[in-house]
């Protein structure tokens, strides 16, 4: 039998977003293949240098819809970085539970989300609706469920009243309960054993070379976690721990995400005990915010996303719009070089496996 | 500044003459080189544990007539960060490639080269990676304007029927 060619998207039940995969197939193994992205690329670079410093704060969420906070977040710590703002210590405290809150919300569709591509579809159905719990959240602190446009150039929007504090915390009982039941659905059944384990072996040296971060990485034995080693916000003043596997399978992976839900849910607790009275954020700018100007320099901005390193690499001439803003998306090495790579001698029914559990995003990497 | 980074930017010295230092950050530093020092620098530095490429970027200083290469390093043992910055000529814009010290550099080359125009000697893999069919000028660059762009390749169309008209026949209202 001959090669045949094939294309794995953009639109395929197994495919995340809109991101094509061109394989040559001989039987059911893939002897090459190819990334193709291209399909939703917005030009939000582009876009951003036309737009005032205030107005990119409602284009920006718009990158990759799973967890829009972290583009917020990058964005106003840069503009922090470049215009020598203090934000005020009650909005940190804020915008880590918002982070973290958002890291769940991804995590919880991304998981279980593991379900659809091998056919146990109960699981992915309970992760919307979970995930859909934090939704509420943010709807009730920010007014919207998706886009928030909460974190914002020094400080955050709105305050965080004692009754939303309320609906975190039972949320996040709610949550922990039923991860348990997550556990039993997914982590001991056997479907997941045998589709998962051994698959997608991604070793700690490869890892490293690529530039692989987040659960791929930790997956692989190595503990890399920006925030622990270039801790931001009040990451150095909360407890927790970085979960790491040493089997660097699929299997690790999805399980590490399931136990970063736990930690996450282990920073809010100690962000809402910790969390000081005060103000939430430090006018900017005297007059209309619209006209705010940036100091001139530049930034590079930072953060653990949920699928790894998400930075912002922002230079200002010192006018009112920004003159170069440069995403680095979280997934970029795993998505081309390691689907270059990685996906040849794989069968064609792991190749969505691949892309899952290495938290592919395609509009963090076409933009 | 932390001591691991001091000690590097120490070591590097050695290597590169007349190094331009600022400061950005507890563990930020940028440095402005000339071409040429540009591969040794970043070879010490991914030596010296900052082997991390976390990003490859270009600004177009259009006033100045440069392109200014940005590559971005990051260690995981300090946290610290280098950028290193050179720029280029913006008429002629070619610079030597770093994928063999970083797989992934083919591809923010590659990137590079589509919307800035970029040319990166050692890289030959040099197709369209995200636009299809682009027939303009790098659109990064500054003196791209898309509103132009768009006008021209998606002009203002007249309806050749008016299908208010025709939709009011269909229905009845009208008699045709």
Redesign the interface.
């Known amino acids: 039998m001959g090669e045949v060619k094939l294309f794995f998207g953009p639109n395929h039940p197994g495919m995340h977003g809109n991101f094509s995969v061109h394989m040559y197939v001989e039987g059911d193994t893939v002897e090459k293949a190819r990334p193709l992205?291209?399909f939703l690329?917005r030009?939000f670079?582009?876009l951003m240098e036309?737009r005032l410093w205030y107005q990119n704060l409602a284009l920006i969420p718009r990158i990759c819809v799973p967890e829009p906070d972290i583009n917020e977040a990058c964005y106003a710590m840069a503009v922090e970085?470049i215009a020598k703002i203090d934000v005020p210590e009650r909005a940190q405290w804020i915008r880590m539970i918002v982070l973290e809150l958002a890291r769940i919300a991804s995590h919880l569709m991304s998981f279980p989300g593991i379900g659809g591509t091998i056919g146990l579809y109960t699981s992915s159905f309970w992760g919307v609706s979970d995930r859909d719990r934090i939704l509420d959240i943010f709807e009730s602190l920010t007014g919207a469920r998706v886009y928030h446009m909460y974190i914002i150039p020094g400080g955050v929007r709105k305050d965080l009243t004692p009754k939303i504090q309320d609906l975190i915390f039972n949320t996040l009982n709610y949550i922990e309960e039923r991860l348990g039941e997550y556990e039993t659905l997914i982590f001991k059944n056997r479907i997941v054993h045998t589709r998962l384990k051994g698959i997608a072996l991604l070793d700690k040296e490869t890892a490293?070379?690529?530039?692989v971060?987040g659960v791929g990485l930790r997956a692989t034995g190595?503990p890399?976690d920006?925030r622990k080693?270039?801790?931001y916000l009040f990451y150095d003043k909360v407890d927790f721990e970085v979960p790491t596997a040493t089997e660097g399978d699929a299997y690790a992976r999805v399980y590490l995400k399931y136990l970063e839900i736990y930690q996450s849910i282990k920073i809010i607790r100690q962000c809402l005990e910790k969390m000081p009275e005060g103000k939430i954020n430090v006018p900017i700018s005297e007059g209309n915010a619209l006209r705010y100007r940036v100091p001139k320099g530049?930034?590079?901005v930072?953060i653990e996303s949920t699928r790894g390193?998400y930075?912002y690499?922002m230079?200002s001439d010192g006018g009112e719009k920004p003159?170069?803003v440069?995403v680095?998306g979280a997934s970029?090495?795993q998505t081309?070089?390691g689907i270059e790579?990685y996906l040849p001698g794989t069968r064609i029914e792991d190749v969505p496996i691949w892309l899952s559990t290495m938290d592919v995003c395609a509009p963090e990497v076409?933009r | 500044m932390m001591n691991s980074m001091s000690n590097t930017v120490e070591k590097l010295k050695r290597i590169v003459n007349n190094l331009d230092i600022t400061k950005v950050d507890e563990r930020e530093i940028k440095l402005e080189l000339p071409n040429e020092q540009v591969l040794p620098t970043l070879l010490a530095l991914k030596e010296d544990g900052y082997s991390h490429l976390s990003l490859i970027t270009a600004v177009d200083w259009i006033d100045e007539g440069k392109f200014e290469l940005v590559y971005i390093l990051y260690s995981w043992d300090n946290g610290g960060k280098f950028l290193i910055t050179t720029k280029i000529n913006r008429d002629t814009p070619k610079f030597v490639t770093v994928k063999h010290m970083w797989p992934i550099a083919r591809y923010y080359e590659r990137e590079l080269h589509e919307f800035f125009g970029i040319k990166f000697e050692g890289n030959n893999d040099m197709r369209p990676l995200f636009l299809e069919m682009w027939d303009d000028m790098p659109p990064l660059r500054k003196d791209f304007d898309p509103f132009e762009y768009s006008k021209r390749k998606f002009p203002d169309r007249e309806y050749q029927k008016d299908v208010i008209h025709e939709a009011k026949i269909i229905r009845g209202d009208i008699d045709g």
């Open positions: 992205p291209g690329h030009g670079e582009k036309r970085k490293l070379e690529l530039g971060t190595v890399y920006i080693v270039d801790s530049q930034a590079y930072h390193e930075g690499y230079v003159y170069r440069a680095r970029y090495p081309f070089i790579k076409d």
